[in-house]
């Protein structure tokens, strides 16, 4: 079965650095989202990505974070400046469309840590 | 704006039915979700059901919904260890491009 898949498995990285993760949604899948799940919270909705654009983000999804997809296969997330409260697990989703029947498949996350 | 809650916990004995709970807000919900989250693992979509249903059985799980309390259940009969996770509620957000609303998670812990 398709499944989304998502590198690396875990990112360290120091306060202030630059980091790009990494996600493949399933090949016919149209639309793509980053989640993000601090420890021991509820996982939050980022950002919609439909046509090479953002559809929709949240207030989470300030100007220190990016998404694109540079070719025909990967979907990343770059967060320009990392600060300490950005450590969480990262979700990548997709989705083949908007149909009533449609529905979205997650990655296995990315665990950043920021020191 | 669109709400999910649900209990933290949840402890049963290995065999013993569990049942998860959930309420939601957006009364426009086309889908709602369990998904499924092992120690250190990703999010594994469990079952889903569509609002226009009351209930969906899938071989130990039943899944109901109460769309005018907009109350959801997880139901999962002769539990096992290996059901031990953190169960997350979740819902579609009609309304945009179908961004995922998800509960807190209700962690299930089954006792041998």
């Known amino acids: 079965e398709p499944e989304v898949t998502q590198t690396p498995s875990h990112q360290v990285t120091q306060m202030g650095q630059e980091v790009i993760l990494r996600c493949v949604p399933i090949s016919n899948h149209l639309y793509f989202y980053w989640y993000r799940q601090i420890l021991g919270q509820k996982v939050e909705f980022l950002v919609s990505?439909?046509?090479?654009?953002?559809?929709?983000k949240s207030e989470i999804f300030d100007d220190q974070f990016s998404v694109e997809r540079p070719d025909g296969s990967n979907f990343t997330l770059k967060i320009r400046s990392t600060k300490l409260e950005d450590s969480a697990m990262y979700f990548c989703?997709?989705?083949?469309?908007?149909?009533?029947?449609?529905?979205?498949?997650f990655g296995p996350g990315t665990r950043l840590t920021v020191l | 704006g669109e709400d999910v809650e649900q209990s933290l916990f949840l402890s049963v004995r290995e065999g013993d039915s569990s049942v998860i709970n959930c309420t939601y807000t957006?009364?426009?919900?086309?889908?709602l979700y369990w998904y499924k989250q092992e120690p250190g693992a990703g999010l594994q979509l469990l079952t889903y059901?569509?609002?226009?249903?009351d209930m969906k059985q899938d071989q130990r799980l039943t899944v109901l919904l109460n769309k005018k309390d907009k109350h959801l259940s997880l139901r999962i009969a002769d539990t096992q260890t290996g059901d031990s996770a953190i169960y997350f509620c979740a819902e579609i957000y009609s309304g945009g491009y179908q961004k995922v609303t998800f509960g807190i998670g209700t962690k299930l812990q089954v006792i041998p």
């Open positions: 059901i569509f609002s226009n249903m």
């Open positions: 957006d009364s426009s919900s086309t889908y």
């Open positions: 990505f439909y046509n090479n654009e953002i559809s929709e």
């Open positions: 989703a997709s989705n083949p469309g908007l149909a009533s029947t449609d529905t979205q498949y």
